[in-house]
T-cell receptor, first 112, second 113 residues
């Protein structure tokens, strides 16, 4: 079964709006990462948040982590058509391992 | 750095044939991962290597799948014999020391007919 589940599965917004995606996971983690995948391409690493961090920013991206609820959110502010992609969360299950389990993904479509 | 290089980009083969997928990780990265992506099952971790040694192959679906990493700059994923249900996009990714995020290759789209 999947460690991470993203919500919603699909999201369609207008350019300039903010997009929020959520990820829930089942077991304790060392850290959580978010990736973007454009259609037909490989995944691109966006941001990593460690289990002792609550919020992290990178450009127009804001990630939060709530370990008590086993959930994370990715906020993309002022979205652009180029942000259209699938977004995945990935969790490292145990300390000292680089094995990441990916969630099911959120398909984001930004309309120009 | 050219990134993680996978070959071929596309492979179409007949059921029963042997298929070999190749990956060259980023120089200096000591962990390598093979993932499979399908619409039904999403991204599945098949196997990962650390310092050329297989650490976890619990995701390898069955004995028809095998992976090797003879040196730090090359890995193969072999399917023998291939079946239509193996059709998927296979990604290779590498990671250096510490948690900085994987670098993925562009993937190999495998179609078994």
């Amino acid at each position: 079964s999947q460690q991470g589940e993203e919500d919603p599965q699909a999201l369609s917004i207008q350019e300039g709006e903010n997009a929020t995606m959520n990820c829930s996971y089942k077991t304790s983690i060392n850290n959580l990462q978010w990736y973007r995948q454009n259609s037909g391409r490989g995944l691109v690493h966006l941001i990593l948040i460690r289990s002792n961090e609550r919020e992290k920013h990178s450009g127009r991206l804001r990630v939060t982590l709530d370990t008590s609820k086993k959930s994370s959110s990715l906020l993309i502010t002022a979205s652009r058509a180029a942000d259209t992609a699938s977004y995945f969360c990935a969790t490292a299950l145990a300390s000292g391992t680089y094995k990441y389990i990916f969630g099911t993904g959120t398909r984001l479509k930004v309309l120009a | 750095d050219a990134g993680v290089i996978q070959s071929p980009r596309h492979e179409v083969t007949e059921m029963g044939q042997e298929v070999t997928l190749r990956c060259k990780p980023i120089s200096g990265h000591n962990s390598l991962f093979w993932y499979r992506q399908t619409m039904m099952r999403g991204l599945e971790l098949l196997i990962y290597f650390n310092n050329n040694v297989p650490i976890d192959d619990s995701g390898m679906p069955e004995d028809r799948f095998s992976a090797k990493m003879p040196n730090a700059s090359f890995s193969t994923l072999k399917i023998q014999p291939s079946e239509p249900r193996d059709s998927a996009v296979y990604f290779c990714a590498s990671n250096g020391e510490g948690f900085y995020g994987y670098t993925f290759g562009s993937g190999t789209r495998l179609t078994v007919v």
